[in-house]
């Protein structure tokens, strides 16, 4: 049983289109993540959602719209795509979110690679 | 922000004992600690997770001294299977974001 699944696995697609990148969790987490890893395999978070509530929402473009219509589920919607908007996309589950936010486990889907030409 | 600084790159043999340091000066009072680890093409996963003093589970252990400005992950005997990426993590200040370090790669040769 996949713990946090994520399709597609692979998406390359050209500049300028709109493409949805899904998230699931089998785990009854509370709290989902998206985050990006780019070609230096540096990893930092994008969003954070909490029973459907917007928790986490860093400096991203607005191109990029994370939607949870339910606990379980937590998708990525970006717009206007761009070449630089190339990478790994994870997404991520916790138990719950903590007054410190580090100190739950995080469980990982096994990413979605993003290319945009 | 809160920054991590881990070493790049380290290379080990089978059997040794590998340690890896994080820095990370601005921790808040109430972080904690937090190392995964990333084989290729793979989500990380979480190895172990610490607030003070010494934490040891099955495959690792982790030290932090007092200040905890720092932490070390010890990974006793390593096997060529633990060749991968290790991320240190921990909160900002806030204690709204979650920061990864830029991870350390670690190569273990036979």
């Known amino acids: 049983d996949t713990a946090v699944s994520q399709t597609p696995k692979y998406l390359v697609t050209q500049m300028g289109n709109d493409k949805s990148i899904k998230c699931e969790q089998n785990?009854?987490?509370?709290?989902m993540y998206w985050y990006k890893q780019d070609s230096k395999k540096f990893l930092k978070i994008m969003f954070s959602?909490?029973?459907?509530?917007?928790?986490i929402n860093e400096t991203v473009p607005n191109r990029f719209s994370p939607k949870s219509p339910d606990k379980a589920h937590l998708n990525l919607h970006i717009n206007s795509l761009e070449l630089g908007d190339s990478a790994v996309y994870f997404c991520?589950?916790?138990?719950?979110?903590?007054?410190?936010?580090?100190?739950?486990?995080?469980?990982f889907g096994p990413g979605t690679r993003l290319t945009v030409t | 922000l809160a920054k991590t600084t881990q070493p790049i790159s380290m290379d080990s043999y089978e059997g040794q004992e590998v340690n890896i340091t994080c820095s990370h000066n601005?921790?808040?009072?109430?972080?904690?600690i937090t190392w995964y680890q990333q084989f290729p093409s793979q989500g990380p996963r979480f190895i172990i997770q610490?607030?003070?003093t010494k934490v040891t589970n099955e495959v690792a252990s982790l030290f932090i001294p007092a200040d905890r400005k720092s932490s070390t992950l010890s990974l006793p005997r390593v096997s060529l299977s633990d060749t991968a990426v290790y991320y240190c993590l921990v909160g900002d200040q806030a204690g709204t974001a979650l920061i990864f370090g830029k991870g350390t790669t670690l190569s273990v040769s036979s």
């Open positions: 785990l009854g987490h509370d709290t």
């Open positions: 991520a589950s916790s138990q719950h979110l903590a007054a410190s936010i580090s100190t739950y486990e995080q469980y």
């Open positions: 959602y909490n029973n459907k509530e917007l928790i």
């Open positions: 610490g607030y003070k």
């Open positions: 601005n921790i808040a009072t109430n972080d904690y």
